[in-house]
């Protein structure tokens, strides 16, 4: 297991962020704008994405 640093901007105690991705239109335009544009994503997801957990059902 790899230890990360704490930072300020991001802390180790952030909680996962879960999408529910329903495979239509608006679940990949909505991931897509948030993987590809910093000022689209939500402040309670890490820069490097690690605890967002994407749902596909």
């Known amino acids: 297991m790899q230890r990360r640093t704490r930072t ?3 802390p180790l ?3 996962p962020y879960v999408w529910s ?3 239509g239109a608006e679940s990949t335009a909505g991931i ?3 993987l590809t544009d ?3 994503r939500p ?5 490097d994405f ?3 957990v ?3 059902a």
Not at 43 to 47: E, K, L, Q, V
């Open 8 to 10: 300020t901007a991001e």
């Open 13 to 15: 105690d952030l909680m």
């Open 21 to 23: 991705y329903g495979m």
């Open 32 to 34: 897509l704008c948030m």
């Open 38 to 40: 910093p000022t689209a």
């Open 43 to 47: 402040d309670t997801i890490a820069s």
């Open 50 to 52: 690690s605890n967002l």
């Open 54 to 56: 994407v749902v596909i």
